[in-house]
């Protein structure tokens, strides 16, 4: 640690910032949030501008539906055929985007975006906490810009306000130490979301442990406690089996042959991150790692104690049955992020000399690295781009399908609709206003086939999706009617009720 300035130096401490929060006058808080509050409005309305996304995933869409049963006095289908793991406060999040209707899908998109803003502006605040303010805003323009992130938070999927959330209880442990209740709440609010977080808030009781009464160890552990206990119950209350998130991910990882094999950990976690990551960081963060060793090793340590503790969670999955999905690598992803920032600009914090020279000169060669990169990302953005674009497409037609009033009358009086795979499912059922159980899929014989069929058109909207393999290959009944066409997507109903 010798030869490096204290944190103290290079921006006010925690301390000072509480002690003097309280007494501010109303205008410079507003001055000293305005910033927050840009960055993450800021992010969220460029990647809405520029992307423009309206459709939700498999998972978010599933959520929103499970909502929108419970509000109508159903319980949730969470059994239904390759329906994906219930996560409590993304259900329950999700019921703010109801009153909005039609709306439900943007609502629900802009609150992941914004979540995508507020993870961009946290990593800068714990870049700057811990190092110095220009390695916070590297770190921060390295996740604002990671395609696989931006790609994640257009398509709404929960692991970003996750990543969020713990990356916001790093940065309050690192403001103050054993800070106690505040992390631990952010922690149940995240374990809410992915067990992973179940972990962590068990390693902070452990660690706040010597700094507790007898009484606040009970109730430390009792809120540590209360993420499971609220998904156990939840998974109980809705299908009689408390283990249901773990049996139906079991189950789903096998059905799609996902990876879930303890032998296929080393090479998956290391991808994922290098996914997650991309080049110049691959080769920028072992260099920042070297760095925070030399000279910042103890404020090193938290960021990479909880990369570590997710990595493991995410390493014994197999252990359970569960799959190595590359998103689970993400919140590990931003915190080694901090490491980049650190490796361009971590010679900020030494003295003048001969080593921070050195190190300057190491600084500039991990920023040239993204310079070098710059047009390959660019060229991934686009991709990104093009996919949401191509997607749109797809799903937008499936949205025309299910407001069609052909489809839509034929569906009031000839329920069930059964899909010739899982993909469409939760959408069709969003958009026809199903009840649980009115849509189901042959796929892998999961039931039999209703009194409608919804099949995919092969052509340019459905290639991405539907490639000659996983085509689904249901054979039209004799005496069926097409009841609606348009290029993605075919309705077929039963004698009787075209």
Same mark, same amino acid.
């Given at each position: 640690?010798? =030869?490096?300035?204290?944190a103290s130096?290079?921006?006010?401490?925690?301390r000072r910032?509480?002690?003097t929060?309280?007494?501010d006058p109303?205008?410079?808080? /507003?001055?000293?949030w305005?910033?927050?509050?840009l960055? /993450?409005v800021?992010v969220a309305?460029?990647?809405?501008?520029?992307?423009?996304p309206?459709?939700?995933?498999?998972?978010a869409?599933?959520?929103?539906?499970?909502?929108r049963d419970l509000?109508? =006095?159903?319980?949730?289908?969470?059994?239904?055929?390759f @329906?994906?793991?219930?996560?409590p406060?993304?259900t329950?999040l999700?019921?703010?985007?109801?009153?909005? =209707?039609?709306?439900?899908d943007d609502?629900?998109?802009?609150?992941i975006?914004? $979540?995508?803003?507020?993870l961009?502006?946290?990593?800068?605040?714990l870049?700057?906490?811990l190092? +110095?303010p220009?390695?916070?805003?590297?770190?921060a323009?390295?996740?604002a810009?990671?395609?696989?992130?931006?790609?994640d938070?257009?398509?709404?999927y929960?692991?970003i306000?996750f990543?969020?959330l713990?990356?916001g209880a790093?940065?309050?442990?690192?403001r103050?130490?054993?800070?106690?209740l505040?992390v631990?709440?952010?922690?149940?609010a995240?374990?809410?979301?992915?067990p992973?977080a179940?972990v962590?808030g068990?390693?902070?009781?452990?660690?706040?442990?010597?700094?507790?009464?007898?009484r606040r160890?009970?109730a430390?552990?009792?809120?540590?406690?209360?993420?499971?206990?609220?998904?156990?119950?939840?998974?109980w209350?809705?299908?009689?089996?408390?283990?249901?998130?773990?049996?139906?991910?079991?189950?789903?990882?096998q059905? +799609? +042959?996902? #990876? #879930?094999?303890?032998?296929?950990?080393?090479?998956w976690t290391?991808?994922?991150?290098g996914?997650?990551?991309?080049?110049?960081?691959?080769?920028?963060?072992?260099?920042?790692?070297?760095?925070?060793w030399?000279?910042?090793?103890?404020r090193?340590v938290?960021?990479l104690a909880?990369?570590a503790?997710?990595t493991?969670?995410?390493?014994? =999955?197999?252990?359970?049955?569960?799959?190595?999905?590359?998103r689970?690598?993400?919140?590990?992803?931003v915190?080694?992020?901090?490491?980049?920032?650190?490796?361009?600009?971590?010679?900020?914090?030494?003295?003048?000399?001969?080593?921070?020279r050195?190190?300057?000169?190491?600084? @500039?060669? $991990? $920023?040239?690295?993204?310079?070098?990169?710059?047009?390959?990302? /660019?060229?991934?953005?686009?991709t990104v781009?093009?996919?949401?674009?191509?997607?749109?497409?797809l799903?937008?037609?499936l949205?025309?399908?299910? +407001?069609?009033?052909?489809?839509?009358?034929?569906f009031?009086?000839?329920?069930?609709?059964?899909?010739?795979?899982?993909?469409?499912?939760?959408?069709?059922?969003?958009?026809?206003?199903?009840a649980p159980?009115?849509?189901t899929t042959v796929k892998?014989g999961?039931?039999?086939?209703g009194?409608?069929?919804?099949?995919?058109?092969?052509g340019?909207?459905?290639?991405?999706?539907y490639g000659p393999?996983?085509?689904p290959?249901?054979?039209?009944?004799?005496?069926?009617?097409?009841?609606?066409?348009n #290029?993605?997507?075919? /309705?077929?109903?039963?004698?009787?009720?075209?």
């Amino acid at each position: 640690m010798a =030869g490096i300035a204290p944190a103290s130096e290079a921006l006010p401490s925690a301390r000072r910032d509480e002690q003097t929060a309280a007494g501010d006058p109303p205008r410079s808080r /507003v001055r000293r949030w305005a910033p927050a509050a840009l960055t /993450v409005v800021g992010v969220a309305a460029l990647l809405w501008l520029v992307y423009r996304p309206w459709f939700l995933n498999y998972d978010a869409r599933y959520a929103l539906l499970w909502a929108r049963d419970l509000w109508t =006095g159903h319980a949730p289908e969470y059994d239904a055929a390759f @329906a994906p793991t219930p996560h409590p406060l993304q259900t329950a999040l999700s019921s703010l985007a109801l009153p909005f =209707g039609d709306g439900a899908d943007d609502v629900a998109t802009l609150g992941i975006l914004l $979540a995508f803003g507020a993870l961009v502006w946290l990593s800068y605040r714990l870049g700057a906490e811990l190092f +110095n303010p220009w390695a916070g805003a590297v770190a921060a323009l390295v996740v604002a810009t990671r395609p696989a992130l931006e790609r994640d938070a257009l398509l709404a999927y929960q692991d970003i306000p996750f990543a969020a959330l713990v990356t916001g209880a790093v940065l309050l442990e690192a403001r103050r130490p054993r800070r106690g209740l505040p992390v631990l709440l952010l922690l149940v609010a995240a374990g809410l979301m992915r067990p992973e977080a179940w972990v962590l808030g068990g390693l902070y009781v452990i660690w706040m442990w010597p700094a507790l009464t007898p009484r606040r160890r009970a109730a430390m552990i009792a809120l540590a406690c209360a993420a499971p206990v609220l998904w156990l119950l939840s998974d109980w209350l809705v299908t009689g089996d408390a283990l249901h998130s773990l049996h139906g991910t079991s189950d789903l990882a096998q059905a +799609n +042959n996902r #990876r #879930r094999r303890i032998d296929q950990v080393p090479f998956w976690t290391a991808q994922y991150l290098g996914y997650a990551l991309r080049e110049p960081l691959v080769i920028g963060v072992p260099i920042g790692l070297v760095f925070a060793w030399r000279y910042a090793r103890r404020r090193a340590v938290l960021p990479l104690a909880v990369a570590a503790a997710m990595t493991l969670a995410f390493a014994a =999955g197999p252990i359970f049955g569960l799959p190595l999905i590359r998103r689970y690598m993400e919140t590990p992803a931003v915190l080694l992020a901090l490491f980049y920032g650190v490796a361009v600009a971590g010679w900020l914090q030494l003295p003048p000399g001969r080593t921070r020279r050195i190190w300057q000169g190491i600084g @500039a060669f $991990a $920023a040239l690295l993204s310079i070098v990169w710059l047009p390959w990302h /660019v060229s991934m953005l686009r991709t990104v781009h093009k996919r949401i674009a191509s997607d749109s497409v797809l799903y937008g037609d499936l949205r025309q399908a299910g +407001n069609a009033p052909a489809v839509r009358r034929v569906f009031a009086a000839c329920p069930p609709l059964t899909a010739g795979d899982h993909r469409p499912m939760p959408f069709i059922r969003w958009w026809l206003d199903g009840a649980p159980g009115s849509v189901t899929t042959v796929k892998d014989g999961a039931s039999r086939l209703g009194r409608l069929l919804l099949m995919p058109r092969k052509g340019p909207t459905t290639r991405r999706i539907y490639g000659p393999s996983t085509f689904p290959k249901v054979a039209i009944p004799a005496g069926w009617t097409r009841i609606y066409r348009n #290029r993605s997507w075919r /309705v077929f109903a039963a004698p009787g009720c075209s």
